[in-house]
């Protein structure tokens, strides 16, 4: 599967591509740094280097493939790109992210656009939150 998206997305099947993309499919935490896909490879014994993810990364998300976020905090995280539109919250206790959709949210996005004679054409909403104590 990994070899058809690649190539659908117009990238050239290597190795070190075709590692990183299984890690990001596979993994139970669907945002994913820079570093922790790097660390994943190496519990993996793959031998790619940080350099090379971060190159990796930075054209899966060229060819649409991923979507980067950048939390408060200038961390940069990575998911598949699968289309479907989802708000996140962050949880500022631990950096846990957490995905959501509220179709209510949405249409009064929608509508405060509407009354400022707009219309939304992408968005991105995060929600900073923290364990209760």
Not at 41 to 61: H, K, N, P
Not at 109 to 117: L, M, T, V, W
């Amino acid at each position: 599967m990994e070899n058809q998206q690649l190539k659908k997305a117009g990238l050239k099947v290597t190795l070190p591509r075709v590692k990183i993309l299984q890690i990001l499919e596979s993994s139970d935490d669907r945002h994913l740094s820079a570093e922790d896909v790097y660390k994943l490879l190496l519990e993996a014994g793959d031998d790619v280097g940080l350099a090379t993810v971060y190159r990796v990364l930075t054209q899966f998300e060229s060819a649409g493939l991923v979507t980067r976020h950048n939390f408060e905090g200038g961390h940069s995280v990575f998911e598949i790109d699968d289309g479907e539109h989802h708000d996140h919250m962050v949880n500022v206790d631990d950096g846990t992210v957490i995905e959501f959709f509220n179709e209510e949210i949405e249409e009064l996005q929608h509508k405060i656009a509407k009354k400022h004679g707009v219309e939304i054409v992408d968005h991105s909403l995060v929600l900073y939150v923290k364990n209760k104590k």
